[in-house]
């Protein structure tokens, strides 16, 4: 009779030790789920400040009327002034950009290339985060982030409106195409690519230096 009781003990003990160790598991599972949402959005809010930061520092150093970012190291991470290199994975950011103006190769520390970085030519630079897994899946011919990277792009339209109207961010999804300044007169020495929303006609214009006029795009 006692060993039966010690076998029935020994199986209720296996049981119990077999939904302690699921409950252990599916707890670690979903911490690991949540430790990784904590970490995307960490990693969002580091590349919000890098872009922050690399606006403030942008310039037009070569004074072709095109402001430029700090270049990017050789093995295409960020320079070590920002000071932030790194997501909350701990992984390198990875940074491209571009001289979209004359590229003389001679206005260091800033951008002195030409290289496309993105099919659309509004993009002026672009971070990019390798994510979770983290493995970089997204190139310089990529529009949208691959798999499980984290990209945000810096758009020409926001450097001009932070350069040129204090230092006023822009903060909407679209940052390379809603940068537009609204207002009934025409704006004083714009730079080339500045948009302008003529409230006057209700038309949104773009600035071309070469012919000192406003074209309609719509």
Not at 42 to 65: A, G, Q, W
Not at 105 to 113: E, F, S, V
Not at 120 to 144: C, E, F, P, W
Request: proline content about 3%; hydrophobic content about 35%; cysteine-free.
């Amino acid at each position: 009779m006692r060993g039966g009781y010690l076998l029935v003990e020994a199986m209720i003990a296996i049981i119990i030790a077999g939904i302690i160790a699921a409950v252990f598991t599916t707890m670690n599972y979903y911490t690991h789920i949540q430790s990784n949402m904590l970490k995307q959005q960490n990693t969002k809010t580091i590349l919000e400040v890098v872009r922050s930061r690399l606006l403030n520092l942008s310039e037009d150093p070569d004074s072709d009327s095109y402001f430029e970012l700090l270049k990017e190291e050789a093995d295409n991470t960020l320079p070590i002034s920002i000071g932030l290199g790194t997501d909350a994975w701990a992984k390198r950011i990875y940074y491209y950009t571009v001289d979209l103006g004359v590229s003389d190769g001679t206005n260091a520390p800033y951008a002195d290339t030409n290289t496309s970085i993105s099919p659309n030519d509004n993009i002026l630079g672009r971070l990019v985060s390798s994510g979770q897994d983290m493995i970089l899946d997204t190139n310089a011919t990529d529009s949208v982030a691959q798999n499980d990277d984290l990209m945000l792009e810096i758009g020409v339209g926001e450097v001009n409106h932070f350069k040129l109207y204090g230092s006023s961010e822009i903060t909407t999804e679209t940052r390379g195409y809603n940068s537009a300044i609204v207002s009934d007169t025409e704006p004083a020495t714009p730079i080339n690519g500045s948009l302008w929303f003529d409230t006057t006609s209700s038309k949104l214009k773009i600035y071309s230096q070469t012919d000192s006029n406003w074209t309609i795009l719509n």
